[in-house]
């Protein structure tokens, strides 16, 4: 992902070899990993808190598939998806590819992690079809609630505390405080904002707020903020994290009703959410804070704001179209859904063996 090769991927680096580990790196990068020479840290620090990254993506697509799938059919596809299709495309976004040197922006991954999670969760979605259940003979769609609420809230909350490391600490070091600071700030203001217009949102809709919508509120807030964190102003994240929490209540039942069967919203969460906080950017962009780039509302016109919906589009075609063709060769020559047995009794039986709420 980071290796110096050609503007498509890397081809130096491969099991961090070739570079200097020690915090005192000179020039020792050069050849290697010259789109991380930017930043002071040891080597091994950088490799492993994009390995973080890299794992994030993988997750979502757990929740998309969850509750239908064989154990290792999900392995299979998330090796692959960390070993090829996350590192190629964060290589033309970070590691000096052609969408990066193009001035495409995604400081902390609504794109490169986010999107591209819900990207490869979305292809596995269609080929594995709705949980038994979730759609009665006439279609229509039949609720399957979450099984513990406050442990659903306490996951929320646990996200919104992980962000401040996701979305700060990719600014990969301590020299500005006032950069953390001001990240820190965008990412917790767009959070909260989600909360606030995601639990309005659903009492407009439905009568009451609803508390699973509003965990997913708040994480909508986040991953739109997680692209322009560090690129747009405090009122700005308000503004991101407020619309972010409306789309999310809209794209949840926009999915169920067309029997894409998303158990957890990840598609609308970590999809829908990072193309905005994406576009957004070229809409909010500061050229003090973006290096130069303004969005539309600041002067900018719509030039930037058109490197940010291509490079949005071409990560997406990418890794949908790549992660469709794998999910079918999965299921061609080792099958990826359980038997409907399987699913009736549960997989933590099924597939591990073991109950996860014995009586």
Known sequence: MF???????????????????????????????????????PILAKFFFQLVFAATAATIVSGCVAERIHFS????FSFILVAVIYPIQGHWI????????????????????????????????????PR????????????????????????????????????????MGTSDPGLIAHIAVTTNLAAAAGVVTSSITTRVLFGKPDLSMSVNGALAGLVAITAPCAFVTPAASVLIGAIAGVIVCLSVPFFDNRKIDDPVGALSVHLVCGIFGTIALGLFGVPALTGGAAGLFYGGGAAFLVKQIVGTVAVGA?????????????????????????????????????????K
Do not use: Q
Request: charged share 10%; glycine share 18%.
């Open 3 to 41: 290796g110096d090769g050609n503007s498509i991927f890397g081809t130096n680096g491969l099991f961090v070899l070739g570079a200097d580990n020690s915090p005192a790196m000179g020039d020792s990068y050069k050849g290697v990993f010259s789109s991380l020479n930017w930043s002071g840290i």
């Open 73 to 76: 059919s999900f392995m299979i």
């Open 94 to 129: 970070w590691g000096g590819g052609w969408l990066g040197n193009w001035g495409f922006l995604d400081f902390a991954g609504s794109t490169v992690v986010h999107s591209v999670g819900g990207w490869a969760g979305l292809a596995g979605i269609i080929v594995l079809g």
């Open 132 to 171: 038994i259940g979730k759609y009665d003979s006439a279609g229509r769609m039949n609720p399957i609630p979450g099984h513990n609420m406050p442990l659903v809230t306490l996951g929320g909350f646990i996200l919104w505390l992980g962000w401040f490391g996701f979305n700060p600490g990719s600014t």
């Open 318 to 358: 990418f890794t949908f179209i790549f992660s469709l063709i794998l999910w079918n060769a999965v299921k061609t020559f080792i099958g990826v859904r359980v038997d409907p047995e399987d699913e009736y009794i549960g997989l933590d039986l099924a597939e591990h063996g073991m109950e996860a709420y014995p």
